[in-house]
């Protein structure tokens, strides 16, 4: 395949994978505030403890940083700030009920509370939800939303970049116009 079919292919699958609110949030530059005393400002704080929970669990630590590394949550807060409009933040924060209320009816507990392995079983079955749902039904689909938010968070964080499936280049760097691949083995980003 050839650099512009590549492009083309992944301009089309990216376009295709993203919601509204995230792609706009992506292309506005959304950036998760890292200062130690960071307070939630759409969020509440038991919000945002469970926002950190559920994108822990869509991007877990392994060799690589997980999401929470990442601080996705507080992107998300961020996007939720910056790119929704009250109302659509009202359905987020309400959509997000969900998840405590599947874990409390199925284990008695909030998520937050669940193992690893409780907390999976609950997105999937959100997610399977979510795909029964007809397209006519005009509901906010949380788990897609959230899938969107928390890898879009991840990938453009600098954690996400350094730990990630991309090798992180800071700019400006040394142009080098041809890179055999088995010499760097991953791919890059510029941020």
């Known amino acids: 395949m050839d650099r512009r079919e590549a492009l083309k292919t992944s301009s089309l699958l990216l376009g295709y994978t993203l919601t509204g609110g995230t792609a706009a949030a992506l292309l506005g530059g959304c950036k998760a505030e890292t200062s130690t005393d960071w307070k939630p400002s759409t969020l509440t704080s038991d919000e945002s403890e469970l926002m950190a929970e559920l994108c822990e669990t869509i ?7 997980g999401a929470k590394d990442a601080l996705c949550h507080r992107y998300i807060d961020e996007m939720l700030t910056h790119f929704y409009d009250a109302k659509k933040q009202t359905e987020y924060r309400e959509a997000l ?8 009816s199925k284990y008695s507990k909030a998520f937050v509370a669940l193992n690893t392995h409780e907390r ?4 999937g079955m959100v997610a399977k939800e979510e795909k029964a749902k007809k397209d006519e039904d005009k509901s906010i689909r949380i788990f897609r939303e959230l899938k969107d938010a928390t890898i879009s968070g991840y990938f453009t964080s600098e954690v996400g ?4 499936l991309c090798e992180f280049l800071p700019v400006p760097g040394p142009y080098q116009g041809c890179i ?3 010499s760097v083995g991953k791919g890059y980003v510029i941020l």
Not at 97 to 102: I, P, S, Y
Not at 120 to 123: A, C, K, R
């Open 97 to 104: 009920k969900v998840f405590n209320d599947k874990s409390k």
């Open 180 to 182: 055999d691949f088995s």
């Open 161 to 164: 970049a350094k730990g990630g």
């Open 120 to 123: 999976e079983e609950i997105l």
């Open 59 to 65: 991007l877990p630590k392994t060799n690589t940083p």
